[in-house]
């Protein structure tokens, strides 16, 4: 009996490989996956079927995540104000997760004998998505003929050419991977320790000059509203938010980082809405949110990204922080008004009923209106009690020495 295998099929290089390589050298019946995490048009979508058809797979499915991708993964990191380092919105490293989860499921539904993804041995994803294969999916063959066979690219040309598989062989300067948080972007410059990508490696033009200003609603957490437009998901809210702040340059940067695999990495990225939407949400949260809400919530979502980022998303404690996260979400809700400038944005101010920079309590360094200067000054002696008889104890046994 034929083995049937599901492939995730992105339609470049590797993937084509693979779907080759699985149908005709190695017998399988290959069912090949695109999962649509907000990267692709509908056009892009058609091509890569017509491609995966042409190499022979026996049947392809193109499957839209975004919604669920949002729902699962981007709603907490837009909770957890998640940036890697400081940096990096997770833009690829979230959407992984999400892909192999639909691979997965797909391959259960269709009662496959093996997966199958086109990986190499040198990055994050191969980890991930065996992971995530080896709990939902614990009883089929994961497959990686690229990391297996430890393959070049030309070894791979090479390869298709010999079975005659009409394709665009020339490499490409650029690697984009383009996805609803953000795209990626490699080239010879991420892969030293030195170098800018140049203007035009980023997918995005610069075409605006002149300054412009956004304003930002956030119900509970979520946008739900840019400038005087409603939007029915906060999906639709990202993308048209994108486009407006996308032309300004806006989110562009080169991550450095650690590699689950254990070493260093750089990754070139683009991604205004998702920087803009996370400093934005992160500005109201400092208004509306508590001190030790607000440093409990720093501490879990940078755990939070770290474990995303290395495919621990089926890790329990993960269920148990996004709990956290979504309750205190609760009053952060108002707006906020950003102003757009090439290759930057400025963070104007907050509005909301949840405000706790309240005048009615005080205006910070001017007055107080919910205190008098004795409770200062009852309050410092007591709050800094337990230091002061350290240092009296630490000077009491000095002088008895």
Request: with cysteine; glycine share 8%.
């Amino acid at each position: 009996m034929t083995k049937k295998v599901v492939l995730a099929f992105s339609g470049g290089l590797d993937t084509s490989y693979c779907a080759k390589l699985l149908s005709e050298d190695l017998g399988y019946e290959v069912h090949t996956l695109t999962v649509n995490t907000g990267g692709f048009s509908e056009k892009e979508l058609q091509e890569i079927e017509k491609r995966a058809l042409n190499l022979g797979v026996t049947s392809h499915q193109a499957v839209d995540e975004t919604k669920n991708y949002y729902e699962k993964v981007i709603r907490y990191l837009v909770y957890g104000n998640v940036l890697k380092n400081s940096t990096y919105p997770l833009s690829v490293s979230a959407e992984r997760m999400s892909q192999a989860l639909a691979v997965a499921n797909y391959a259960n539904q269709i009662n496959a004998n093996a997966i199958a993804h086109g990986s190499t041995g040198a990055g994050n994803d191969q980890v991930r998505f065996d992971m995530v294969f080896h709990v939902l999916a614990p009883n089929m063959e994961i497959i990686t003929p690229i990391r297996d066979k430890q393959l070049s690219r030309e070894e791979e040309i090479d390869y298709l050419k010999s079975k005659g598989v009409v394709y665009n062989f020339e490499k490409a300067k650029y690697s984009i991977n383009k996805g609803l948080w953000g795209t990626s972007v490699g080239g010879k410059e991420t892969l030293n320790s030195m170098g800018m990508l140049p203007e035009e490696a980023w997918p995005t033009a610069v075409t605006k000059s002149e300054a412009e200003e956004v304003t930002l609603t956030f119900e509970k957490g979520e946008l739900i509203k840019v400038n005087n437009k409603f939007f029915d998901h906060p999906v639709d809210a990202i993308h048209f938010l994108q486009t407006i702040a996308g032309p300004f340059g806006i989110g562009r940067d080169v991550h450095v980082g650690d590699t689950i695999i254990g070493i260093k990495g750089r990754v070139g990225f683009e991604a205004a809405a998702p920087v803009v939407i996370i400093k934005a949400h992160h500005a109201l949260e400092k208004h509306v949110l508590t001190k030790w809400q607000l440093s409990w919530k720093e501490q879990l979502s940078q755990f939070y990204g770290n474990w995303l980022h290395e495919g621990q998303y089926l890790d329990p404690i993960m269920r148990d922080i996004e709990a956290f996260l979504t309750s205190a979400q609760q009053n952060v809700t108002g707006e906020v008004s950003v102003s757009l400038l090439p290759y930057r944005f400025q963070i104007n101010g907050i509005h909301s009923a949840f405000d706790l920079m309240s005048a009615k309590f005080g205006k910070y360094g001017e007055m107080n209106l919910g205190w008098t200067g004795e409770d200062v000054r009852g309050f410092s002696k007591v709050f800094g009690n337990q230091t002061m008889i350290y240092h009296r104890v630490m000077e009491e046994a000095k002088d008895g020495k």
